[in-house]
């Protein structure tokens, strides 16, 4: 009786891709290991449709666990920064350079407004790309007033930075900045006009000739659920709508990746949930057939001998018991993952 192992080889692959990977030296090979499943070619055509229009949109890409989401986030990233396109068929063309801001928000715990994250990414971005940021109007001249009576303390942060004092004062170091203020009990919070960032987002983009800015959010559905209030999910929730609805006038693009639909994921407020809905009209889904080629061109190659072994057992399968769930070609393509484990993973999202 042949064993497993006398059927199937299993060949070494990375088990867990996080998007914030792509900021690593070599990780174009993670743009080798991607497969191009239907659902994955039929999202990379739809965002790059959408880039060739050149007008901003929201898509929601929807996946349960290890069904490569952030790996396409990760590969998506890669291919525009880089502007060039995956062998897809019918791609349409598309002309940059973008801004690409991967934001994983496995990085982020749950008291951290999305607002906030969503900013530092793009600071983070614009200071690495231009070295510049985005900043409320007198923002940090604000910070130095509250903090001039505290001299000592602030050298001792530059120096533990290993930063001068001036540099201090910059978008980078506001987390430690914050941590400063509240040591010295000066508890103070930037006041963020969303449409003054946008538009000094807009004037950087058009002063270095760029087309626009491409968000990729991984893990969004779980970063909403552990929201511990009500007034803190709802208020993520309606930064989310913001983003939308300034997407075209940027132009901006919000591509996130979900584990579940957003609309399980907590209490969202009637009026924002039908704007969303507007705003972000593109919902990509990484389900069941995906997961399926994903196991039998990647995680599974069957030897040589495995094609007449498996039809034999598959026939004995068939005359054993009344009724099989699954066809010769399911059972042939996933051997040894039984078929209905995709039903599964699929009802687990």
């Given at each position: ?30 743009q ?35 069904s490569?989401k ?50 530092e ?90 087309k ?7 893990e ?108 010769w ?21």
């Open positions: 009786m042949q064993q497993i192992a006398d059927l199937i080889t299993l060949p070494e692959i990375k088990t867990v891709i996080r998007l914030n990977e792509v900021l690593k030296p070599q990780a174009e090979v993670l080798t290991e991607l497969v191009l499943t239907k659902e994955v070619n039929r999202a990379f055509q739809a965002i790059f449709a959408s880039l060739a229009e050149e007008k901003g949109k929201g898509f929601f890409i929807e996946g349960g666990y290890g490569g952030s790996h396409f986030l990760a590969c998506l990233y890669l291919y525009l920064r880089s502007q060039t396109t995956p062998s897809v068929p019918n791609l349409p063309k598309v002309k940059g350079p973008w801004l690409v801001i991967p934001i994983s928000l496995l990085d982020y715990g749950s008291e951290v407004r999305l607002q906030e994250i969503i900013l990414a793009i600071n983070t971005t614009l200071e690495r790309c231009f070295h510049k940021a985005l900043l409320p109007p007198d923002f940090m001249a604000e910070l130095e007033r509250l903090l001039e009576t505290n001299e000592e303390a602030l050298n001792q942060l530059a120096k533990q930075l290993n930063i001068s004092k001036k540099e201090l004062f910059t978008f980078k170091y506001w987390p430690h900045l914050h941590q400063l203020f509240q040591r010295l009990n000066l508890p103070y919070r930037p006041v963020l006009d969303r449409e003054h960032l946008l538009k000094q987002l807009k004037a950087v983009l058009k002063e270095e000739g760029y626009g800015a491409i968000l990729l959010v991984d969004l559905s779980e970063f909403l659920k552990s929201k511990s209030t009500i007034p803190a999910f709802q208020e993520d929730i309606r930064f989310l709508q913001f983003l939308g609805e300034a997407a075209q006038e940027a132009p901006l693009w919000i591509i996130a990746a979900l584990q579940e639909k957003l609309e399980t994921t907590g209490d969202i407020p009637q009026d924002a949930f039908a704007k969303i809905k507007d705003r972000y009209p593109v919902r990509l889904l990484f389900a069941g057939g995906h997961i399926e080629e994903i196991i039998s061109q990647r995680l599974v190659k069957k030897r040589p001998q495995a094609k007449a072994y498996l039809e034999e057992l598959y026939e004995h399968f068939k005359q054993t018991f009344n009724y099989l769930p699954f066809n070609e399911q059972w042939f393509k996933l051997y040894p993952v039984h078929p209905l484990t995709i039903q599964l993973l699929d009802e687990l999202r």
